[in-house]
């Protein structure tokens, strides 16, 4: 069964800082990848997602994505970060012969400090 | 639009009680799953549907039930509550093959 890893569980940032939050996953074969945001009282809501093709997805308010098959990784990026970006951040993977099932990493915790 | 309905939003039971969360998709999805979320362990899937009628186990199904009678509906039933069942639940949904879920808002369930 695949397996997830967010490592870091709790990151603190200023505004205008840049982020980067790391995900590891250990299937082999194709992979549909997600990162999903979770803002405080809220569901979950799709962040970006990579399928195929371009390596590099963009997805809604500034966020981008790097898929490095040979690191088995997906990291989340932003440049400048705000406020309104504290949440929780989950990566997913959606093996190539799981159907639409979903693992998830075990989220990252984010605060943006004004 | 209403996307991912869930009932209620908060529950509180006692040990041994059962429930039944309810969850309703509008958008005609195939695809439906019940997770659950616990600090620092992200989302595990319980149970999960790709039609009506149809039914399988995810990761941690013990303690709970599903049915898929129609497309739209996906109850997930607690048969006799413990303590290690306080969590917040979510019902997703997605179109077939995509594994892009739609989600719910949740339902914080406790027992005490």
């Known amino acids: 069964a695949q397996s997830v890893s967010q490592h870091n569980h709790h990151v603190i940032l200023s505004e205008a800082a840049s982020l980067e939050l790391g995900c590891n996953y250990s299937y082999g074969g194709t992979v549909n990848l997600f990162w999903y945001v979770q803002y405080p009282g809220q569901h979950l809501q799709l962040l970006l997602k990579y399928f195929s093709g371009d390596p590099l997805v963009k997805g809604i308010k500034g966020f981008e994505a790097e898929f490095i098959k040979s690191k088995f990784s997906f990291n989340l990026r932003k440049p400048s970060v705000q406020w309104s970006d504290t949440a929780e951040y989950f990566c997913a993977v959606n093996a190539g012969n799981a159907g639409n099932m979903l693992t998830f990493g075990g989220g990252t915790r984010l605060m943006v400090k004004p | 639009n209403a996307g991912v309905t869930q009932t209620p939003k908060f529950q509180v039971l006692k040990t041994g009680q059962s429930m039944t969360l309810q969850c309703a998709q509008d958008?005609?999805?195939?695809?439906m799953s019940w997770y659950r979320q616990d600090p620092g362990m992200g989302l595990r899937l319980i149970h999960y549907?790709?039609?009506?009628?149809?039914?399988d186990q995810g990761e941690v199904p013990n303690g709970y039930n599903v049915s898929r009678s129609t497309t739209e509906d996906f109850p997930l039933r607690l048969l006799s509550a413990a303590p290690s069942q306080t969590s917040v639940y979510f019902c997703?949904?997605?179109?077939?093959?995509?594994?892009?879920?739609?989600f719910g808002e949740g339902s914080r369930l406790t027992v005490l």
């Open positions: 997703a949904s997605s179109p077939l093959g995509t594994g892009e879920l739609f």
């Open positions: 958008m005609n999805h195939e695809y």
């Open positions: 549907s790709v039609g009506a009628g149809i039914t």
